[in-house]
């Protein structure tokens, strides 16, 4: 195995909550933070997977090319996926139970208490939790240190600034090319811990193992459609030499994926990428332009989710009362537009809260859906400008959605347009001017 290391700045604060096992086995999470190798391999994951259909044709493998006394087995393990190439890729690289990933993560992090910090509601931070907009983007990461108290506090999380390194154990050089090329891609679009859809947990890679001499990467230069895609084309090429390693049998399909992908993915015509928000210069400032809840001079985020709610001319939300409140009359389609599940909408007149969550074909219970808008922040000379990402993928998985409330303790399976509703959240990022 080969060492390979790489240096991340933290650019916007970053939240990653410890996990604990209790007694009783089950698993809960704390207010300190930690971020795991297994949380770093996730990101990855995910966004090997968002760039799998611009390299190999995911739907397909070459079973023939298989040798005689393995192609059953191999027919048996990946013939039933709906995405059979994108199974058997992912196994390259990241392994499963059968085969080891050619790779393994070690994660270190700055740990005194002057870098990682518990916020209380403050005037004069950045993560004011007073100024609703950003209580709104950190919705689920306050606690409160007595159940009597007023104060709340922000769970410990790592500051702007903060140095992050991770260590790698790769099996050779294509799969160190690779893993470094994905996490390009992600230091651009995501980054890491909670609230990464909301343009939290964002870094900067300043220092890598192979980087030659004046050689940098800038992940602000990367937050346009044009430099994007010359960055999916470089990952593109580290998977396809890695590819060319890996896959002695030849079995998979090299080219695009033609077919229709449902979930997240960097097909040309299924992602969009502008700039929302000019420059300004203080972070919370920022914040509260993107996520104000003021009907006067609401945040962009909040506009755009405003502009989804009335599709058909329909206010969606008072479809999904009069559900919550009627279970039993049909609605032929719930006209609410959604950005990702499970979301939770309280009626502040009735003090009723209404949940909607995707209906799984296996399960009845509450599945979850990224959203498909992310908010990337970019800091250029102290400078703080938001962008957005829109990753086309569905919603739920068959248009259908159950919804629970505090008015009947029902639930109820309803259809959605999401269709409607993604090509609506697409049409709104492409044409919205910058504020």
Same mark, same amino acid.
């Given at each position: 195995?080969?060492?390979?290391?790489?240096e991340?700045t933290? /650019?916007?604060? #970053?939240?990653?909550?410890?996990?604990?096992?209790?007694?009783?086995?089950s698993i809960?999470?704390?207010t300190?933070?930690?971020?795991?190798p297994?949380?770093?391999?996730?990101?990855?994951?995910?966004?090997?997977r968002?760039?799998?259909? @611009?390299?190999?044709?995911?739907?397909?493998?070459?079973?023939?090319?298989a040798?005689?006394?393995?192609r059953?087995e191999?027919?048996k393990?990946?013939?039933?996926?709906?995405?059979?190439?994108l199974?058997?890729?992912?196994?390259?690289?990241?392994?499963s139970q059968?085969q080891?990933?050619?790779?393994s993560?070690?994660?270190?992090? +700055?740990?005194?208490?002057?870098?990682?910090? @518990?916020?209380? /509601?403050?005037?004069?931070?950045?993560l004011?939790?007073?100024n609703?907009?950003?209580?709104?983007?950190?919705?689920g990461?306050?606690?409160?240190?007595n159940?009597?108290? @007023?104060?709340?506090y922000?769970?410990e999380?790592?500051?702007?600034?903060?140095?992050?390194?991770?260590?790698?154990?790769v099996?050779?050089e294509e799969?160190w090319?690779?893993?470094?090329?994905?996490?390009?891609?992600?230091?651009?679009?995501?980054?890491?811990?909670?609230?990464?859809?909301?343009?939290?947990?964002?870094?900067?890679?300043?220092?890598?193992?192979g980087?030659?001499?004046?050689?940098?990467?800038?992940?602000?230069?990367?937050?346009?459609e044009q430099?994007?895609?010359?960055?999916?084309?470089?990952v593109?090429?580290?998977?396809?030499?890695?590819?060319g390693k890996? +896959?002695?049998?030849s079995?998979?399909?090299?080219?695009?994926t033609?077919?229709?992908?449902?979930?997240p993915?960097?097909?040309?015509?299924?992602y969009?990428?502008?700039?929302?928000?000019?420059?300004?210069?203080d972070?919370?400032?920022l914040?509260s332009?993107?996520y104000?809840t003021?009907?006067?001079?609401?945040?962009?985020?909040?506009?755009?989710?405003?502009?989804? @709610?009335?599709i058909?001319?329909? +206010?969606g939300?008072?479809?999904?009362?009069f559900?919550?409140?009627?279970?039993n009359?049909?609605?032929?389609?719930?006209?609410l537009g959604i950005?990702?599940?499970?979301?939770?909408?309280?009626?502040?007149?009735?003090?009723?809260? #209404?949940?909607?969550?995707?209906?799984l074909?296996w399960?009845?219970?509450?599945g979850?859906k990224?959203?498909? /808008?992310?908010?990337?922040?970019s800091?250029?000379?102290?400078?703080?400008?938001?962008?957005?990402?829109?990753l086309?993928?569905?919603?739920?998985?068959n248009?259908?959605?159950? /919804?629970?409330s505090?008015?009947?303790?029902?639930?109820?399976v309803?259809?959605? +347009?999401q269709?409607?509703?993604?090509?609506?959240?697409?049409?709104?990022?492409?044409t919205?001017n910058?504020?």
């Amino acid at each position: 195995m080969i060492e390979k290391m790489v240096e991340c700045t933290v /650019v916007t604060h #970053m939240f990653s909550k410890e996990i604990s096992t209790n007694k009783d086995g089950s698993i809960s999470s704390g207010t300190s933070f930690e971020l795991r190798p297994q949380s770093v391999k996730g990101v990855l994951h995910y966004w090997f997977r968002a760039v799998a259909p @611009r390299v190999i044709d995911i739907t397909k493998l070459n079973l023939q090319n298989a040798p005689k006394s393995q192609r059953e087995e191999i027919e048996k393990t990946y013939g039933k996926s709906k995405y059979p190439g994108l199974m058997y890729f992912e196994e390259l690289l990241f392994g499963s139970q059968k085969q080891k990933a050619p790779f393994s993560i070690s994660v270190s992090y +700055d740990k005194n208490s002057q870098n990682l910090q @518990r916020l209380p /509601v403050n005037p004069n931070n950045d993560l004011n939790l007073g100024n609703y907009a950003h209580k709104y983007a950190l919705y689920g990461l306050t606690y409160k240190l007595n159940k009597q108290d @007023r104060e709340e506090y922000l769970v410990e999380h790592l500051k702007p600034g903060n140095k992050i390194n991770l260590e790698f154990l790769v099996q050779d050089e294509e799969t160190w090319n690779a893993i470094l090329s994905l996490l390009k891609l992600v230091s651009v679009l995501s980054g890491f811990g909670a609230k990464t859809t909301k343009g939290f947990g964002e870094f900067e890679i300043v220092k890598f193992t192979g980087q030659k001499q004046g050689e940098t990467f800038n992940r602000n230069l990367y937050l346009n459609e044009q430099n994007i895609e010359k960055l999916i084309l470089e990952v593109k090429k580290a998977l396809e030499e890695f590819i060319g390693k890996k +896959d002695k049998y030849s079995l998979l399909v090299l080219g695009e994926t033609k077919s229709e992908v449902d979930y997240p993915n960097l097909l040309k015509e299924n992602y969009v990428l502008k700039k929302v928000i000019n420059e300004v210069n203080d972070f919370s400032f920022l914040l509260s332009k993107l996520y104000s809840t003021n009907p006067k001079n609401l945040g962009w985020y909040k506009r755009l989710k405003k502009s989804i @709610r009335y599709i058909n001319g329909k +206010d969606g939300y008072k479809e999904l009362k009069f559900i919550a409140q009627n279970p039993n009359k049909k609605i032929s389609i719930l006209n609410l537009g959604i950005t990702g599940l499970p979301v939770q909408y309280r009626d502040m007149k009735d003090k009723k809260n #209404m949940k909607i969550f995707p209906k799984l074909p296996w399960k009845d219970e509450d599945g979850r859906k990224t959203s498909v /808008v992310r908010i990337l922040i970019s800091k250029s000379n102290n400078k703080y400008s938001a962008y957005a990402l829109f990753l086309k993928s569905k919603i739920t998985e068959n248009d259908e959605v159950i /919804v629970e409330s505090d008015y009947t303790n029902q639930k109820t399976v309803v259809k959605i +347009d999401q269709a409607k509703i993604l090509e609506k959240i697409k049409e709104l990022i492409k044409t919205e001017n910058k504020s």
